[in-house]
């Protein structure tokens, strides 16, 4: 069957909290850049929580808008790649292969997101930190670049799972691990192919927008505009 | 299938990995498949069910472990705390048990007290150097034992309580800087329960914030925060809408709807300011307390609120209404306010508004559901069981002061809470330590207060050691389990080990208190042993649904009426322009979490800064200082002087500075070293714990250092781009 | 060198000049000073100096630059762009001026040239250079591998690669072919290795009328070929920006600019590498005030061209006023201020006055103003193409600054020794000077005894011969 993962962030239950990014840092063996670096703005966070200033006081407000690789369907950083590092995988993600990356960085300046990152360094990480690496994805080495995959390695598992057990992918037995852990459930992932998805249901809410739709990238990251007030 | 093309393909790449993947690394150590060990498959994951010890919430996880290696740690969705979910520290849990800096063997100090210079020892060397003092104080005088610990649970509550009333010391205090002293006290006048309530936000339509941080370092931010995100969103036409009062916009604040910046240290008046209101027109569900009130409340009409506060007095009678109006309506006091100047007393005026809004016991509104009933059979020594000791920081500054009496002989410290950093230092903990002639720490690492002792034992971390929890809040009367989700990693024993292996040898009293041969065996004991319920408790994490959510009544109906305490700022307000409103850190939290790689790189939600701490003021003060985001300032306060880098915050009242607590270390290892100054040094050794009551001044100064923040400080305005 | 006796089949013309006037136009071939090999040596230094700094960074990591997130790209890839902007200069004005038979250009010819294929061959290498893993390059060579996988041909970088070969063995072909006579020149004037040298590379050109004829067709035909080829690239180059999704770079006017910008920076060049190569080989004789009048007037008509570009692509999104595009060209006057004043004044404000005075345009130390000028301010311009409109991406909360260390200033340091190098080495062993062009332009006039139109050039070689006797 062919799936079409999609994630929904429900802006008026994110609250800004960064669950998720070190979720994400725990799942994908995200490596620690330390202060320096990461004063030179390269942090290797698959996602991050930027947070917008609104206003001014006493009415200041912020904004904040968590940003994972919105996975798009119509990928600008896929067009890019002369070497077919980044390509679109069976179910419509934007997937990376690391060996064959020769470390362009023309898929991350063409990414209206700005997901990507690239690994400046090879990074270390001290011993015994190292146990707690994931044994089911690999730990980049220095000039190539990773971003977000919606925790492919789960999507992987359920689906050999799911075969082994003769039976397709239930909803919501695959989330990564941002969806997961999320505290006050802001996000949401599931397959829109299946139409009794929660997620189908969800993304029918009035409230959906994508980010830059205009660049007609089709992200598969929508989001719910935050609300006002008591009551809907 | 294979074809052979692809067989040989294959082969070939084998080979050749074979060959040349061998040039770069000498195997060390095979796996041995003939008797591979339990649980033990190559490849596959196996999920461990325990409880993330990280703050004292007291989630449950479940923990990936993978060729015997801890992977990644997740909320246990059957835990009724949190319900699968995880904060960001709890991710980080991983780290601390793969810290490089953690203790491995246990240590004896070579050199001078505080030098930081220890020998590894055998654990039979450092148990006889622990029996020495030990046997001796208990022969000569068995009153000079003080044990130092956070608040401790379950039955490693039940080891050391027993413990020490064997060994003959009542010295037992427990430190915890944002613990719920006040919140108790508060709980006690109001509702009549001497316990932490249950606030039903998912249930709720209104919800009134002061300083609150349920979201973020609350007592419980993950149960909370699951319960925010279904206030706001699971019900099909109601959305909960939320008022924060606080004087700093925030993580907590920015999702509220509406947020009324108040000074520091007086949230207790705003909330006396709506119930002013709420009396005076009649909007209150209990009357008859409302009847009683009203005279107490006469003095906290909104335009004298407005005086004390800086709140608005139309906002004020505008919330009241809107809340009397929207029910079930909560209203929560959060660290903020519980470190206030006179904590007990803003909690108090806080819970108020549940009873005048009729919402205790309601659902959506407080209560209290019953603590674990397996405990009940303990009868007194139940407590010991509770958060124990309840001794706070009134306890820990009564305890200093015999220290330096030389009362003591002997101390044991235990617990992730680092009195030396989050003490105040005009309080002196560590000059007062130096007068107790022996010091034992259990800790999994060197910190400001572990680093002061004669004797550090290594402890096992929460995912490496057998235990049992009852959390805070949230609990719905469920018991955790913990259990060593992998093999500790270094030759550790944890502290009721210890103290059961200690008792043994004492003999006597202390060995009929701790009848176990270890703590392993104590909870085994406890919950009915392999085999049974606890083996299927085990694999869900606890005892769940056990008990029902039954909610206790409590008493409502004789209120006592907060009285608000007259307690000086510290600090000339000419002098010291600004207020000072210290904050936990929302990865750091006290400060435990600074030896995280994972939590220092986490952007802060609102300063965005990273590594490093800060400074929050408000762009126009800053302004009025000539300040630019990321300058060097100098923090100055009556009682001491520190720098840090400034980050705006636009949320922030114009008359305050806030710090977030947490960096400052000094003895903390080499992610937390040297980032930063501790807040902390900024109070005076009161008589209250208050993180706002100080007020500082702040002068431009040329720092070394930069403050890495992820937020373009132009761009983080332009929000209109995106959305 | 020891002159040989002139053989028979030489011209009949000038006979007893050809040997000085060959002597004066291959001085760079004949006399080696003491300045050539400092000269070679600084520029072989500086040029080690870059290879060990971009084996540093190789082998350490890309961390060692300026980059960041989300400036991924920066002073490397606007100087690839710098540095092939530079090679429009000889081929394209050879070409054309070629098929103007425009009369004037012989001199210049080899010179411009040469500098195509060099810049190309520096320019060539940034690519490379820029890459995060520089050792595994091949991955983009189109070649049946074991990895069973083709590169992406929808990738403008594949586009990019692919027009740089193309044209650096089209301009080096067109170098070749240009160069073969003289080559055959020099093999009859050397002995020796260096004989055998020039016997292999000339191809057995014996100068026959046959032979003369097809090298007078090839070399049409390559002047032909090699605009469009010309053209096309830069158009490439500036589609590694244009067909990103990037404010700032996605623009459709971004083709001809780039083109206009290179040829714009290439004249600049071949002013400034003339005004060199006349200092140092004593060529004063043949690159005349003239010659730079006629450069100068091409200079001055680029200027007001890239002006126009660079208005027109301004005005549109002035106009528009689309919020992401405004950002890129908003930070202009915020932290790039400077490359962008740097950029107007050096492009426009100094050498279009100057340039429209005749008196500049032939004072050969006056005209290097303008030419130097506009080769900083053609770098300026394209480092404020590149930067910031990555350093002003879409999400404003990630906006981010970029100033390069040491390390790109080293490596591309190097390149421009690199550059220096090859070009001193060809002086050294290549006709610099395209004698027999210039031998065909002389006996050109003076087949036609009357000076009238055809004066130019030639005509002061002549003057100038008449007042040595």
């Known amino acids: 069957m062919k799936h079409t993962w999609a994630m929904a962030i429900d802006l008026d239950r994110c609250t800004g909290c960064g669950a998720c990014v070190v979720a994400c840092n725990a799942e994908n063996n995200i490596p620690v850049i330390g202060e320096a670096e990461a004063g030179k703005n390269r942090l290797m966070h698959w996602i991050r929580v930027n947070r917008y200033w609104e206003g001014e006081y006493p009415e200041a407000q912020a904004v904040y808008l968590p940003i994972p690789c919105m996975q798009c369907e119509r990928a600008p950083c896929e067009l890019v790649c002369p070497v077919y590092a980044t390509y679109h995988n069976e179910d419509g993600l934007n997937a990376m292969v690391y060996n064959r990356c020769i470390g362009t960085r023309y898929c991350a300046n063409n990414c209206p997101y700005s997901v990507r990152v690239f690994n400046w360094y090879d990074y270390k990480w001290e011993k015994p930190l190292d146990e ?58 599931g397959d829109l192919a299946d139409p009794h998805s929660e997620i189908t249901r969800k993304l029918k809410d009035p409230r959906r927008f994508r980010l830059m739709e205009h660049l007609g990238t089709e992200p598969r990251v929508v989001y719910l505009k935050r609300q006002k007030g008591a009551g809907r | ?118 020998t590894p020892v055998s654990w039979e060397e450092a148990l006889s150097l622990l029996m020495g003092p030990l046997k001796k104080g208990k022969a000569e005088a068995p009153g000079s034992l003080l044990m130092v610990s956070e608040p401790m649970r379950g039955h490693a509550g039940l080891v050391a309580g027993r413990f020490m009333k064997a060994f003959g010391s009542k010295h037992r205090v427990a430190w915890d800087p944002f613990g719920p002293d006040a919140m108790l006290s508060a709980n006690a006048a109001v509702y009549g329960v001497r316990d932490l309530p249950e606030h039903d936000l998912a249930n709720a339509r209104y919800l009134l914030s002061f300083s609150g941080d349920f979201l973020e370092t609350g007592i419980s931010p993950v149960h909370y925060a699951r319960e925010y995100g279904r206030m706001r969103g699971d019900r099909e036409t109601i959305r909960g809408k939320v008022v924060h009062f606080g004087p700093r916009l925030s993580m907590t604040a920015t999702a509220a709807d509406l947020f009324l910046p108040c000074a520091p240290g007086t949230e207790g008046f705003v909330a006396l300011g709506i119930a002013h209101v709420m009396v005076r027109d009649r909007l209150t569900a209990a009357s008859s307390a409302a009847g009683r009130l009203a005279d107490d409340l006469g003095a906290y009409s909104p335009e004298e609120v407005e005086k004390k506060t800086g709140v608005h007095a139309h906002d004020i009678a505008a919330v009241a209404e809107e809340f009397a109006r929207n029910q079930p309506g909560l209203a929560v006091a959060g660290t903020g306010a519980a470190t206030g100047p006179d904590g007990a007393f803003h909690c108090a005026a806080v819970a108020l508004l549940n009873v005048l809004a009729g919402n205790v016991g309601t659902p959506g509104g407080v209560s209290f559901p019953d603590r674990a009933q397996a405990f009940a059979k303990y009868g007194a020594e139940a407590a010991l069981l509770a958060p124990s000791p309840e001794s706070g920081y009134g306890g ?121 041969s270890s703590f392993r065996e104590c909870i085994e004991k406890a919950y ?18 056990e008990s029902s959510s039954s909610r206790s009544a409590s008493r409502t109906g004789s209120v006592a009426f907060p009285k608000a305490a007259e307690r000086p700022i510290d600090g000339d307000p000419k002098a010291f322009p600004l207020a000072l409103h210290l904050y936990p850190s929302l990865t750091l939290y006290d400060g435990r979490g600074a030896n995280l790689p994972w939590l220092q790189e986490m952007p802060d939600p609102i300063s965005t800064a990273v590594w490093r701490n800060w400074v929050e003021v ?106 | 060198m020891s002159a040989e006796a ?49 084996l540093y960074m190789a082998m350490v990591g890309m961390g060692v630059t300026g980059y960041n997130k989300p400036v991924f790209w920066g002073l490397y890839e606007a100087s690839l762009v710098f540095w092939i902007g530079l090679s429009h200069s000889g081929t394209l004005i050879s070409a054309i001026l070629r098929l103007t038979h425009a009369t004037w250009r012989a001199p210049v010819l080899r010179g411009a040239e040469a500098m195509t294929a060099f810049t190309l061959m520096v320019g060539g290498l940034i ?44 301009s080096l072909t067109f170098l070749y072919v240009g160069m073969i006579p003289d080559l055959a020149l020099l093999r009859d004037k050397s002995a020796g290795g260096r004989r055998k040298f020039y016997s292999a590379l000339s191809l057995g050109f014996r100068g026959t009328h046959a032979q003369w004829r097809r090298y007078h067709v090839a070399s049409t035909l390559f002047a032909i070929l090699i605009i469009p080829i010309a053209v096309s690239v830069h158009s490439i180059v500036s589609w590694d920006f244009a067909m990103a999704k990037v404010p700032g770079w996605h623009s459709t006017i971004f083709a001809p600019y780039f ?16 005004a060199i190569l006349r200092k140092a080989f004593r060529l004063e004789s043949v690159l005349t005030p003239l010659h730079f009048d006629n450069l100068g007037k091409l200079l001055c008509t680029m200027t007001l061209l890239w002006g126009y570009f660079y208005f027109t692509e301004f005005l549109t999104v002035w106009y528009n006023r689309n919020p992401e595009e405004w950002e890129v060209f908003s930070s202009y006057a915020g932290p790039y201020l400077p490359l962008f004043l740097t950029m107007i004044v050096c492009n426009f404000v100094i050498p279009f006055p100057m340039l429209c005075l005749k008196r500049v345009r032939r004072s050969i130390s006056l005209i290097l103003v303008p030419a130097i000028s506009i080769v900083i301010g053609m770098y300026a311009e394209r480092l404020l193409i590149v930067i910031p409109s990555l350093a002003r991406r879409n999400d404003p909360f990630i906006w981010a600054n970029y100033f390069p260390t040491w390390v790109e200033f080293s490596v591309m340091a190097g390149a421009a020794a690199m550059f220096v190098l090859l070009y001193m080495l060809f002086a050294k062993f290549f006709p610099i000077m395209a004698i027999s062009d210039i031998k065909e332009r002389l006996f050109h006039t003076a087949d036609r005894t009357i000076g009238g139109t055809t004066v130019e050039s030639i005509a002061q070689v002549e003057g100038e011969e008449e007042a040595h006797a």
């Open chain 3, 127 to 170: 690519p490379i250079v820029h890459l995060g893993r520089n050792w595994r390059v091949y991955y983009a060579l189109p070649y049946p591998s074991s990895r069973e996988l083709w590169p992406n041909m929808r990738s403008p970088l594949m586009w990019d690669a692919m027009a740089i070969t193309t044209y650096l063995i089209g």
């Open chain 2, 528 to 545: 009915g042993g392999p085999g049974g319920e606890m083996e299927k408790a085990l694999q869900r994490g606890g005892f769940f649904g």
């Open chain 1, 132 to 189: 707690q690496l994931s044994p089911d994805l690999t730990v980049r080495s220095r000039g190539v670049m990773e971003k977000c995959t919606f925790c492919i390695q789960r999507i992987r598992r359920a689906k050999e799972t799911a075969a082994e057990e003769g039976r397709e992918i239930r909803d919501g037995e695959v989330v990564p691990a941002c969806v997961q852990t999320c505290p006050p459930g802001a996000m949401l992932f």
């Open chain 2, 618 to 723: 408000n762009p126009k003060t800053a302004a009025g200082l000539g300040l630019a985001e990321g300058d060097g300032v100098t923090v100055t306060s009556p009682s001491g002087k520190i720098t840090a880098h400034v980050a705006f915050n636009p949320g922030i009242a114009p008359d305050v500075a806030a710090m977030p607590l947490g960096q400052g270390h000094t003895r903390y290892g080499k992610y937390a070293n040297g980032r930063g100054e501790n807040p902390i040094t900024l109070l005076p050794a009161g008589e209250m714990y208050a993180l706002q009551a100080t007020r500082v001044a702040l002068a431009k100064t040329k720092l070394s250092t930069t403050l890495a923040r992820t937020g373009n400080p132009e761009g983080q305005w332009k929000v209109k781009n995106m959305m």
């Open chain 2, 1 to 118: 299938m294979l074809d052979r093309r692809q067989f040989l393909k294959l082969g070939g790449a084998t080979a050749f990995a074979t060959l040349f993947g061998g040039c770069d690394k000498v195997q060390s150590r095979l796996i041995p498949f003939v008797i591979p060990p339990e649980n033990y498959t190559l490849g596959e994951a196996l999920w461990y069910a325990s409880v993330c010890g990280q703050c004292p919430a007291g989630c449950g996880v479940v923990v990936r472990v993978s060729e015997g290696r801890a992977k990644k740690v997740e909320g246990n969705p059957l835990h009724p705390v949190n319900r699968g979910k995880l904060c960001a520290r709890g991710q980080a849990a991983l780290q601390a048990l793969y810290h490089p800096e953690r203790l491995s063997r246990p240590m004896k100090l070579s050199g001078a007290r505080g030098s930081g210079a220890y």
């Open chain 3, 259 to 274: 083109v206009v910008g290179a040829i714009f920076s290439g004249i600049a060049g071949v002013v400034i590498v003339m």
């Open chain 2, 396 to 516: 820990m500054r009564a305890a200093l002061e015999k220290m330096r009496g030389g009362a003591f002989r002997m101390a044991i410290l235990s617990g992730a809470t680092n009195p030396a950093f989050t003490l105040p230092p005009s309080l002196k903990f560590n000059e007062a330590l130096s007068k107790v002639p022996f010091v034992v720490a259990f800790a999994s690492f060197l910190d400001e207060t572990t680093s002061l002792a004669d004797l550090v034992l290594p402890v096992p971390t929460a995912l490496e050691a057998w235990g049992d929890d009852l959390a805070p809040v949230g609990h719905a009367g469920a018991i955790t389990l913990c259990q060593p989700v992998v093999e500790p990693l270094h030759d550790t024993r944890s502290m009721p080990d210890v103290l059961i292996a200690a008792a043994k040898e004492l003999g006597g009293e202390p060995a009929k208190a701790l009848p176990w």
């Open chain 3, 6 to 54: 002139p053989r028979a089949d030489d011209h009949h013309l000038a006979k007893t000049d050809e040997t000085a006037m060959f002597e004066r136009l291959s001085r760079s071939n004949l006399v080696t000073t003491w300045k050539w090999y400092l000269g070679v040596g600084v520029a072989g230094a500086v040029l080690l100096w870059g290879l060990i700094v971009f």
